[in-house]
């Protein structure tokens, strides 16, 4: 799911905003998608509430469309014709009665009990839409035996997408024409628009609760992504719980406005709207550079080693890099990015050219600092598995850093270290590395 939903569009005409997905539900493996068409329904006679009791009893959602004119509880009932999904979650086969899910009269996405003729008249008139997903009812139930990876570029075309408000069907054209509609940040601008033009005394309530619902999947993302260790900023997370709750906010002035009929309300809605637009886009350009970085890092978790080693070491076959600043930045950062991962630091660090690791220090000090204090537990690691070869290696970059790096604290810190690592280890390398440090502090 996080690899997804970040997209939102709204059509020409659709007072609605959505989800940018796949149009069919059967594209998703992580669920179990039981699809039947209205027509073999009907002309086989098939008693739809002995089909929805079947499959509610194997724990499977009912995803139906229907005529709401004959939905009680809906805006719509006797009101309109007007086709529209909703869920059946469950059913009262004594009351004859099944347990749904949709927007209610005071459009609140909500769930109530009504009765089954009036799923079986909304099923079996006329629908009033040319889509023919309409003419479908479906049974889903989530898939827990499905495995899927995250998918981070995924993630990060679609926050592109949403943030420079692309046509992400495009991308699929392939397989599907493209659809031309309003895309990614720019639908606060037609719900803004629509609130504008309506006439309506009730506002649709529904494409601002997809926004409130956008942002409380945006904030589920940002901790998923820093539980992961994919990335640590901590003012994403904050910034955009923040949104969500102005979002929700939104909706209940919306709920207020509806009741009260104060015209004041919509404009404070809209302002309201221009407000969390311009702090969403610069929350998003955050996050975009976040998981840039972020998937550079994730791509070189999933190769072998002594790839991302070949690949790294592009930078210095061209020996005139090694006195630019801005490559030792870069490197220090790419460093820095994959730096939880203690092999991938071992593989890289310790292997690039002695010269160079004092420049990342010089140029990039503040995470040079932090990439080196992590060496600690791969020193502990290597000396426990007795590399004493390595022990050498250590030194040399090791002496590099104390004719270079005048930082008391740091050189006291690495002293401090070793004489930890020899009490627990007692290896006669630990005093001979700690003796040929201080030798070169003075």
């Known amino acids: 799911m996080y690899s997804n939903f970040i997209q939102l569009y709204t059509s020409e005409g659709d007072r609605e905003v959505h989800f940018y997905k796949a149009d069919d539900l059967k594209f998703y493996p992580w669920l179990d998608y039981v699809q039947i068409d209205k027509l073999l329904i009907m002309q086989h006679k098939i008693d ?20 709401k004119y004959y939905v009680s509880g809906t805006s719509y009932y006797h009101e309109i014709n007007q086709v529209h999904d909703l869920l059946i979650r469950g059913y009262d086969e004594v009351k004859g009665q099944v347990y749904i899910s949709a927007y209610n009269e005071r459009g609140v996405y909500a769930s109530w009990w009504i009765p089954i003729g009036d799923v079986i008249q909304g099923f079996a008139t006329e629908q009033y839409d040319s889509n023919e997903m309409t003419l479908k009812a479906s049974a889903i139930k989530c898939n827990r035996h499905y495995s899927y990876q995250l998918d981070l570029n995924n993630m990060l075309e679609l926050s592109r997408d949403y943030l ?26 037609k719900i803004t628009m629509l609130l504008y033009s309506s006439k309506r005394q009730v506002l649709d309530l529904r494409p601002l609760r997809v926004l409130w619902e956008h942002k409380k999947i945006m904030v589920q993302r940002i901790k998923f992504l820093k539980e992961h260790n994919i990335f640590y900023n901590t003012d ?42 311009e702090r969403e886009s610069r929350l998003f350009k955050i996050l975009v550079n976040e998981m840039e970085a972020a998937s550079i890092a994730f791509k070189w978790k999933n190769r072998q080693l002594e790839h991302l080693w070949q690949f790294f070491n592009e930078y210095f076959l061209i020996k005139e890099t090694y006195d630019d600043p801005e490559v030792a930045v870069q490197i220090t950062e790419l460093l820095y990015a994959v730096g939880k991962d203690k092999a ?9 050219p002695i010269d160079f690791v004092p420049r990342m220090f010089v140029h990039a000090r503040e995470k040079a600092y932090e990439l080196f204090v992590r060496i600690y537990e791969i020193i502990k690691d290597r000396l426990s598995l007795h590399q004493v070869s390595f022990i050498n290696h250590l030194t040399d970059k090791y002496k590099q850093l104390f004719l270079h790096v005048e930082d008391a604290p740091f050189r006291e810190s690495i002293l401090q270290e070793l004489d930890f690592l020899y009490s627990t280890y007692r290896r006669q390398e630990i005093l001979e590395l700690k003796e040929k440090l201080l030798n070169f502090r003075t």
Do not use: C
Not at 53 to 62: A, L
């Open 344 to 352: 991938i630091i071992d593989i890289l660090l310790f292997r690039m």
């Open 48 to 67: 739809i509430f002995e089909w929805i009791k079947n499959y509610v009893d194997r724990e499977h959602y009912i995803h139906i469309f229907l005529n």
């Open 236 to 277: 994403l997370e904050q910034g955009f719980k923040q949104i969500e709750d102005e979002t929700n906010t939104v909706r209940n002035i919306a709920l207020k406005y509806n009741m009260s009929q104060n015209q004041k309300l919509v404009h404070h809605i809209i302002s309201k709207l221009s407000m969390i637009k």
């Open 164 to 189: 420079f408000s692309r046509n992400t069907s495009k991308r699929t054209s392939i397989i599907a024409s493209p659809m031309y509609r309003t895309y990614g940040i720019e639908v606060y601008d």
